[in-house]
């Protein structure tokens, strides 16, 4: 029995890497298109194409995403705005620190 919750709980562990590293793609391609974007104008509709197509698909739904047409509006969204996404991370990770600070410094007062 003990076998058994160690080598669930490893594939499960496995399953949460393989899923970041997917994530991680997805990142990537979302900052290429960014980057096509500002060089040629197309990006929007580059991570649209990339996104309904057969790999971008798989990628996404590895990456624990829904590849609906929802999403793909929200990915070319996201691309039109050009902010990077390691920008577009931190800022919310500021964000997110600076509102629990003031949280924090509420209840003390």
């Not at 197309?42 to 990339?50: F, K, S, T």
């Amino acid at each position: 029995m003990k076998d058994f919750v160690d080598s669930t709980a490893f594939n499960a562990e496995q399953g949460n890497r393989a899923r970041k590293l997917f994530a991680a793609v997805v990142l990537a391609a979302l900052d290429d298109a960014i980057a096509d974007d500002k060089k040629y104008g197309n990006g929007p509709e580059q991570i649209a194409r990339w996104a309904r197509s057969r790999d971008g698909r798989e990628v996404l739904s590895c990456a624990g995403i829904d590849p609906n047409e929802r999403v793909v509006s929200g990915l070319m969204e996201f691309v039109g705005k050009g902010v990077r996404t390691s920008v577009a991370l931190s800022r919310e990770e500021s964000e997110r620190r600076h509102a629990a600070a003031s949280a924090d410094r509420a209840e003390a007062a």
